[in-house]
């Protein structure tokens, strides 16, 4: 990995975001968006759980596998934040919002 000067990596956490987003495109095609939360219906425990919604705002059905494999690795980049709420990461941008509704939901 190259460095910046410091020793600090030159690739910023945004990179991060951009090929995790960049990844979990291909690994659930159509996707625009995905809400990750850890309230899994059905669950009484917490769970590592996924929504993914297309651009018209269609939910895309996922496996459990998928479901729980992308909320891990979206909680794996955005360690800092409160995972008491959902978040939303829209794969285009790369950008996560936290609460229930993401900008596409609530029309943009």
């Known amino acids: 990995m190259h460095t910046a000067t410091g020793g600090t990596p030159a690739c910023p956490e ?3 975001a951009r090929r ?3 990844q979990l495109a291909d690994m659930i095609p159509g996707a625009a968006t995905i809400r990750v939360s ?3 219906p059905g669950s009484v425990w917490p769970q590592p759980y996924t929504v993914a919604k297309d651009a018209l ?3 895309l059905e996922l496996n459990r ?3 729980s ?6 909680m794996r980049v955005w360690p800092e934040e409160d995972w008491s709420e959902p978040h ?3 794969l285009a941008t790369a950008e996560l919002t936290a609460g229930a509704r993401s900008a596409a939901e609530r029309g943009r």
């Open 65 to 67: 596998t998928t479901s």
């Open 20 to 22: 995790l987003a960049a």
């Open 14 to 16: 945004r990179g991060r």
């Open 38 to 40: 850890l309230t899994e």
């Open 88 to 90: 939303t990461l829209d």
């Open 57 to 59: 705002g269609h939910r």
């Open 69 to 74: 494999t992308a909320a891990r690795w979206v």
